[in-house]
């Protein structure tokens, strides 16, 4: 195989590759898309449900404690799972930008396509910018991920102060309310935290 078959070879391979990276990219959106739909549907169901025996103080306690736990674990499952998708979308991304800038080195000459591809020294932060996206930390709080975080948290503190109310003797409203919400920006935290650690990991 000579240079030019060679050259042709890899295009065809790079076209292939490009489209099978736009297809799992499309893929992780469409999971994270149906797998933060489910849990919300199941939050929408819990307090429809709530709003059933709401009105029987008998009923209250019992439903949340056997409710909040699942939605807690469902929560944070579906949180870890979507964290991992925000990754691949990132990786897969990234990959493509490098296959662009393959075609503006090899293909565009004097013309200016894919230029974009080729705009800055990190292979990331050029990724990233194409999606109209600034790198940084704290882009993480946009993703569908820190939005499951978030319910997430509001699931742990309430929880928490659910439980200081019931087995707490003598304590205030306000201190409940005050432990539940340090419960919940805590929680926030630590899964915002996890969010960045786990994607400056793997895009090195």
Do not use: C
Request: glycine share 10%.
């Amino acid at each position: 195989m000579d240079d030019g078959e060679r050259e042709q070879a890899l295009l065809t391979v790079l076209t292939t590759e490009h489209y099978a990276l736009q297809t799992s990219r499309a893929g992780t959106i469409a999971e994270a898309t149906g797998r933060a739909t489910i849990f919300l549907s199941v939050l929408s169901a819990a307090l429809i449900g709530l709003g059933f025996v709401a009105s029987n103080d008998k009923l209250v306690r019992p439903y949340l404690a056997a409710v909040l736990p699942t939605l807690v674990i469902i929560g944070v499952l579906t949180f870890l799972r979507l964290v991992e998708t925000t990754v691949e979308n990132s990786l897969d991304l990234l990959r493509i930008q490098r296959i662009r800038a393959y075609y503006h080195h090899q293909l565009a000459g004097e013309h200016d396509f894919f230029a974009d591809a080729v705009g800055a020294d990190d292979a990331m932060s050029t990724a990233w910018n194409l999606v109209g996206t600034r790198p940084g930390r704290w882009e993480f709080l946009l993703t569908t991920a820190a939005l499951v975080g978030a319910v997430n948290a509001v699931l742990s503190g309430l929880g928490i102060a659910l439980v200081a109310t019931t087995v707490g003797v003598g304590v205030g409203v306000g201190v409940t309310v005050l432990v539940g919400v340090l419960v919940a920006v805590v929680t926030f935290g630590v899964q915002f935290a996890y969010i960045v650690r786990a994607s400056a990991a793997r895009m090195r």
